[in-house]
T-cell receptor, first 115, second 112 residues
Framework: GPKVLQIPSHQIIDMGQMVTLNCDPV?????FYWYKQILGQQMEFLVN????????KSKLFKDQFSVERPDGSYFTLKIQPTALEDSAVYFC?????????????FGPGTRLLVL | QQKVQQSPESLTVSEGAMASLNCTFS??????FRWYRQHSGKGLEMLVS????GEKEEGRFTAHLNRASLHVSLHIREPQPSDSAVYLC????????????FGIGTRVLVRP
């Protein structure tokens, strides 16, 4: 089926530094999402993005987080500055639309460790 | 706030025996219920999506939805060792775009 790629697969970073997580969504998809999963906990919605704008964000999407998709390239999640509690697996997803039948396709995740 | 709970936490079945997983949700206005699975280190693979009460079959995977009971189940027919994975229940909020709320997952091990 359609594949979403995420780069890098793992990232270790010192607290306070900036990190950018990259997502290569399915080529004809228009809606993009980030989810966060802390070890041992359930995956939680962070943000969804369409047409250059954030559509909805959760309370987990702190002011230090930002998303963009410049010129139709990677969909990125930037965290600046990072904090210890940002350590988690971040999953990117994309969908063609937002109708009931539109499937979100997920990437394999980026494992972020903040020291 | 939507709560999605899955049971059991883990399940071991023999190859060929039916596997049954449960998911309960708290928001009765949710409009779409999905089962994904995740093999270790891989992305989520969607197995079946169900919108209305009753059953929906996709190959060896059958979802059964009962909105009144706030319950959706997944049955895996003739499971194989390659079906060993974490199975995630996800509930869509129709009034909130395509946002999904996930359960914590059921870890399924299929023994040869």
């Amino acid at each position: 089926g359609p594949k979403v790629l995420q780069i890098p697969s793992h990232q270790i970073i010192d607290m306070g530094q900036m990190v950018t997580l990259n997502c290569d969504p399915v080529s004809n998809h228009l809606y993009f999402y980030w989810y966060k999963q802390i070890l041992g906990q359930q995956m939680e919605f962070l943000v969804n993005f369409y047409n250059g704008k954030v559509m909805e964000k959760s309370k987990l999407f702190k002011d230090q987080f930002s998303v963009e998709r410049p010129d139709g390239s990677y969909f990125t999640l930037k965290i600046q500055p990072t904090a210890l509690e940002d350590s988690a697996v971040y999953f990117c997803a994309s969908s063609q639309g937002q109708a009931n039948q539109d499937t979100q396709y997920f990437g394999p995740g980026t494992r972020l460790l903040v020291l | 706030q939507q709560k999605v709970q899955q049971s059991p936490e883990s399940l071991t079945v023999s190859e060929g025996a039916m596997a049954s997983l449960n998911c309960t949700f708290s928001d009765g206005t949710s409009d779409n219920f999905r089962w994904y699975r995740q093999h270790s280190g891989k992305g989520l693979e969607m197995l079946v999506s169900i919108f209305s009460d009753g059953e929906k079959e996709e190959g060896r995977f059958t979802a059964h939805l009962n909105r009144a009971s706030l319950h959706v189940s997944l049955h895996i027919r003739e499971p194989q060792p390659s079906d060993s994975a974490v199975y995630l229940c996800a509930v869509r909020h129709g009034s909130a775009g395509n946002k999904l709320t996930f359960g914590i997952g059921t870890r399924v091990l299929v023994r040869p």
